[in-house]
Nanobody, 118 residues
Framework: VQLQASGGGSVQAGGSLRLSCTASGRTFDLYAMGWFRQAPGKERELVATISGSGGTAYYADSAKGRFTISRDNAKNTVYLQMNNLKPEDTATYFC????????????WGQGTQVTVSS
């Protein structure tokens, strides 16, 4: 499984970005997907997850009300729409897929950098 993330960039506070992550393979809709981020000097943290069907989503408190995770299973792609970005959202964002056993995230994309300036 290969995951290719894109869409990062530099924006001012209050701006928006949409991250995309496209997965290889033919069973994309069977697996939950997640977005994580890691800021310099900090541990990787969960941002949002979405079920295989797209019917259930979870957000970290920091993302609630500002970020929206979605997926297009026909395109093997998961998205993270980020609005009202804040400087503390600056991080490398990673997409990930759960393992075949459904326990944990075993496949990771390469990361895309998001930088928010004040």
């Amino acid at each position: 499984v290969q995951l290719q993330a894109s869409g990062g960039g530099s924006v001012q506070a209050g701006g928006s970005l949409r991250l995309s992550c496209t997965a290889s393979g033919r069973t994309f809709d069977l697996y939950a997907m997640g977005w994580f981020r890691q800021a310099p000097g900090k541990e990787r943290e969960l941002v949002a997850t979405i079920s295989g069907s797209g019917g259930t989503a979870y957000y970290a408190d920091s993302a609630k009300g500002r970020f929206t995770i979605s997926r297009d299973n026909a395109k093997n792609t998961v998205y993270l729409q980020m609005n009202n970005l804040k400087p503390e959202d600056t991080a490398t964002y990673f997409c990930a897929r759960t393992t075949s056993g459904g326990i944990g995230y075993g496949y990771w994309g390469q990361g895309t950098q998001v930088t928010v300036s004040s």
